[in-house]
Protein backbone atom coordinates (compact mmCIF):
# COMPACT_ATOMS: atom_id res chain seq x y z
CA UNK A 1 0.00 0.00 0.00
CA UNK A 2 2.70 2.48 1.00
CA UNK A 3 4.92 1.30 -2.35
CA UNK A 4 1.74 2.27 -4.80
CA UNK A 5 1.30 5.65 -2.70
CA UNK A 6 5.08 6.60 -3.36
CA UNK A 7 4.50 5.68 -6.95
CA UNK A 8 1.72 7.80 -7.71
CA UNK A 9 3.58 11.04 -6.07
CA UNK A 10 6.24 10.42 -8.07
CA UNK A 11 3.85 10.28 -11.57
CA UNK A 12 2.68 13.75 -9.91
CA UNK A 13 6.03 15.33 -9.65
CA UNK A 14 6.76 14.65 -13.26
CA UNK A 15 3.59 15.70 -14.47
CA UNK A 16 4.06 19.05 -12.81
CA UNK A 17 7.54 19.23 -14.12
CA UNK A 18 6.42 18.97 -17.71
CA UNK A 19 3.78 21.64 -17.70
CA UNK A 20 6.18 23.79 -16.02
CA UNK A 21 9.11 23.13 -19.20
CA UNK A 22 5.62 23.62 -21.50
CA UNK A 23 5.18 27.20 -20.43
CA UNK A 24 8.27 28.17 -19.96
CA UNK A 25 8.77 27.87 -23.12
CA UNK A 26 5.90 29.22 -24.70
CA UNK A 27 7.29 32.32 -23.10
CA UNK A 28 9.92 32.54 -24.26
CA UNK A 29 8.95 31.86 -27.14
CA UNK A 30 6.43 34.89 -27.36
CA UNK A 31 9.33 37.33 -25.97
CA UNK A 32 11.51 36.62 -28.79
CA UNK A 33 8.78 37.23 -31.61
CA UNK A 34 8.57 40.76 -30.02
CA UNK A 35 11.34 41.59 -29.75
CA UNK A 36 12.82 41.11 -33.46
CA UNK A 37 12.39 44.91 -34.53
CA UNK A 38 15.09 46.97 -36.64
CA UNK A 39 17.76 47.94 -34.45
CA UNK A 40 18.68 51.40 -34.34
CA UNK A 41 22.05 52.72 -36.09
CA UNK A 42 24.36 54.74 -34.08
CA UNK A 43 26.56 56.73 -36.29
CA UNK A 44 29.99 57.56 -35.88
CA UNK A 45 29.68 60.76 -33.79
CA UNK A 46 27.53 59.01 -31.35
CA UNK A 47 28.17 58.80 -27.74
CA UNK A 48 27.15 56.58 -25.04
CA UNK A 49 25.18 58.46 -22.01
CA UNK A 50 21.16 59.69 -21.80
CA UNK A 51 19.55 60.96 -24.56
CA UNK A 52 19.13 64.47 -25.75
CA UNK A 53 16.65 66.21 -23.57
CA UNK A 54 16.92 64.44 -20.51
CA UNK A 55 17.46 66.78 -17.41
CA UNK A 56 20.78 64.58 -16.54
CA UNK A 57 22.18 65.19 -20.30
CA UNK A 58 24.91 67.11 -21.09
CA UNK A 59 23.97 71.32 -21.92
CA UNK A 60 23.54 71.86 -25.74
CA UNK A 61 21.70 69.19 -26.47
CA UNK A 62 24.42 66.56 -26.12
CA UNK A 63 27.08 67.90 -28.78
CA UNK A 64 30.43 67.90 -28.12
CA UNK A 65 32.59 70.78 -26.18
CA UNK A 66 35.73 72.32 -26.93
CA UNK A 67 37.79 72.34 -23.68
CA UNK A 68 40.57 75.31 -23.46
CA UNK A 69 43.58 73.87 -22.09
CA UNK A 70 46.47 76.10 -21.20
CA UNK A 71 50.33 74.97 -22.20
CA UNK A 72 52.37 73.84 -20.57
CA UNK A 73 54.99 75.61 -18.62
CA UNK A 74 58.61 75.84 -19.26
CA UNK A 75 60.53 75.09 -16.79
CA UNK A 76 64.49 76.90 -17.59
CA UNK A 77 66.93 76.00 -15.38
CA UNK A 78 69.79 78.90 -15.11
CA UNK A 79 73.33 77.95 -16.12
CA UNK A 80 75.73 76.80 -13.42
CA UNK A 81 78.39 79.83 -12.62
CA UNK A 82 81.48 80.00 -13.51
CA UNK A 83 84.25 79.43 -11.27
CA UNK A 84 86.93 81.47 -11.18
CA UNK A 85 90.34 80.56 -11.41
CA UNK A 86 92.47 81.54 -8.43
CA UNK A 87 95.74 82.14 -9.21
CA UNK A 88 98.29 80.70 -6.09
CA UNK A 89 100.14 83.35 -4.14
CA UNK A 90 103.99 82.60 -3.36
CA UNK A 91 104.58 83.79 -0.22
CA UNK A 92 108.39 84.25 0.06
CA UNK A 93 110.05 83.09 3.34
CA UNK A 94 113.21 84.92 4.83
CA UNK A 95 116.46 83.26 4.82
CA UNK A 96 117.89 81.84 7.99
CA UNK A 97 119.97 83.49 9.38
CA UNK A 98 123.37 81.86 11.62
CA UNK A 99 123.97 83.11 14.80
CA UNK A 100 126.76 84.89 13.77
CA UNK A 101 125.15 87.10 10.87
CA UNK A 102 122.37 88.77 13.45
CA UNK A 103 123.13 91.97 14.73
CA UNK A 104 123.41 92.82 18.21
CA UNK A 105 123.33 96.04 20.04
CA UNK A 106 126.59 97.02 21.32
CA UNK A 107 126.79 96.75 24.80
CA UNK A 108 126.34 100.22 26.52
CA UNK A 109 127.85 101.59 30.17
CA UNK A 110 125.51 100.42 33.04
CA UNK A 111 124.88 102.93 35.55
CA UNK A 112 124.01 100.62 38.58
CA UNK A 113 125.86 97.88 39.76
CA UNK A 114 124.81 94.46 39.03
CA UNK A 115 123.84 91.68 41.60
CA UNK A 116 127.09 90.76 42.89
CA UNK A 117 126.17 86.88 43.12
CA UNK A 118 123.76 84.56 40.76
CA UNK A 119 123.31 81.45 38.94
CA UNK A 120 126.27 80.51 36.41
CA UNK A 121 126.18 78.96 32.97
CA UNK A 122 127.24 75.45 32.84
CA UNK A 123 130.41 75.06 30.18
CA UNK A 124 131.72 78.42 31.73
CA UNK A 125 134.99 79.63 32.31
CA UNK A 126 134.69 80.17 36.22
CA UNK A 127 134.78 78.42 39.54
CA UNK A 128 131.38 77.96 39.91
CA UNK A 129 129.16 75.24 39.38
CA UNK A 130 126.78 76.70 37.64
CA UNK A 131 124.09 77.26 40.34
CA UNK A 132 123.63 76.62 43.91
CA UNK A 133 123.81 73.79 46.03
CA UNK A 134 119.83 72.84 45.38
CA UNK A 135 120.59 74.31 41.85
CA UNK A 136 124.13 73.69 40.33
CA UNK A 137 125.85 70.88 38.69
CA UNK A 138 127.16 70.08 42.38
CA UNK A 139 123.70 69.54 43.57
CA UNK A 140 123.02 66.40 45.43
CA UNK A 141 120.68 64.00 43.09
CA UNK A 142 118.73 62.01 46.26
CA UNK A 143 118.80 58.46 46.53
CA UNK A 144 115.88 56.09 45.31
CA UNK A 145 114.75 52.90 46.77
CA UNK A 146 114.47 49.73 44.51
CA UNK A 147 112.22 48.29 46.00
CA UNK A 148 108.61 48.63 48.26
CA UNK A 149 109.84 50.87 51.46
CA UNK A 150 107.20 50.39 54.27
CA UNK A 151 107.11 49.76 58.14
CA UNK A 152 106.19 46.46 59.51
CA UNK A 153 102.72 45.74 59.50
CA UNK A 154 102.30 43.99 62.81
CA UNK A 155 102.27 47.01 64.81
CA UNK A 156 101.02 46.56 68.70
CA UNK A 157 98.92 48.88 70.53
CA UNK A 158 101.55 51.12 72.24
CA UNK A 159 103.23 52.10 68.90
CA UNK A 160 99.68 52.88 67.22
CA UNK A 161 99.12 56.54 65.68
CA UNK A 162 102.87 57.47 67.00
CA UNK A 163 104.96 59.44 64.15
CA UNK A 164 108.64 57.74 63.98
CA UNK A 165 111.27 58.89 61.15
CA UNK A 166 113.83 55.84 60.37
CA UNK A 167 117.11 57.65 59.15
CA UNK A 168 119.57 55.25 56.85
CA UNK A 169 122.73 56.04 55.87
CA UNK A 170 123.11 54.86 52.00
CA UNK A 171 126.79 54.07 50.82
CA UNK A 172 127.98 54.51 47.04
CA UNK A 173 126.91 51.27 46.39
CA UNK A 174 123.13 51.79 47.27
CA UNK A 175 123.38 49.50 50.70
CA UNK A 176 122.25 50.71 54.07
CA UNK A 177 124.76 50.63 56.40
CA UNK A 178 123.20 52.32 59.59
CA UNK A 179 119.90 53.04 60.93
CA UNK A 180 118.53 55.27 63.26
CA UNK A 181 114.70 56.07 64.58
CA UNK A 182 114.19 59.60 66.02
CA UNK A 183 112.50 59.19 68.27
CA UNK A 184 112.32 55.53 69.22
CA UNK A 185 108.64 54.06 69.47
CA UNK A 186 107.87 52.42 72.96
CA UNK A 187 108.41 48.76 71.79
CA UNK A 188 111.24 47.92 71.77
CA UNK A 189 110.89 44.90 69.88
CA UNK A 190 109.17 47.01 67.11
CA UNK A 191 111.93 49.20 66.96
CA UNK A 192 114.36 45.88 66.39
CA UNK A 193 111.76 44.61 63.50
CA UNK A 194 111.80 48.10 62.08
CA UNK A 195 115.33 48.76 62.27
CA UNK A 196 116.18 45.36 60.76
CA UNK A 197 113.23 46.02 58.19
CA UNK A 198 115.23 49.21 57.15
CA UNK A 199 118.60 47.69 56.86
CA UNK A 200 117.45 45.12 53.97
CA UNK A 201 116.76 48.23 51.93
CA UNK A 202 118.38 48.84 48.47
CA UNK A 203 118.49 52.18 46.87
CA UNK A 204 120.38 53.43 43.73
CA UNK A 205 123.00 55.91 45.40
CA UNK A 206 122.68 59.89 45.71
CA UNK A 207 125.01 61.18 43.09
CA UNK A 208 126.91 64.74 43.15
CA UNK A 209 128.48 65.70 39.67
CA UNK A 210 127.83 62.64 38.18
CA UNK A 211 128.98 60.51 40.32
CA UNK A 212 127.80 57.95 43.55
CA UNK A 213 128.22 59.04 46.52
CA UNK A 214 127.20 58.40 50.12
CA UNK A 215 124.39 60.00 52.02
CA UNK A 216 121.49 59.82 54.97
CA UNK A 217 118.31 59.67 53.92
CA UNK A 218 115.05 59.83 55.85
CA UNK A 219 111.46 57.75 56.04
CA UNK A 220 108.95 59.34 58.22
CA UNK A 221 105.51 57.38 59.01
CA UNK A 222 102.46 57.45 61.22
CA UNK A 223 102.08 53.91 63.02
Same mark, same amino acid.
Request: proline content about 11%.
Given at each position: ???? $??? $????????????????? =?? *? +? *???? &???? $???? +???? &???????????????????????????????????????? !?? !??? $??????????????????????????????? &???????????????? &?? @????? %????????? =???????????????????? %???? #??? @????? %???????? #???? !?????????? @???? @?????????????
Amino acid at each position: MATE $QIG $QRIRRERAVWRLGLLIS =LF *L +H *LIAL &LLSN $QAAE +HIGS &LGAAGPRSGSPVAAPAGGGMRAILLAPPVEIRVPPRPELM !EI !EPV $QIETPPELALNEIELRDPGEGREEGPESGAG &LPGGEGGGDAGAAEEG &LS @RLIPP %TPRGIIMAP =LDRPSSVRGRDVTVWVFIDA %TGAV #DSV @RLEPP %TPDGSYND #DLTR !EARGWVFEPA @RRGG @RPVATWWSYTWKL
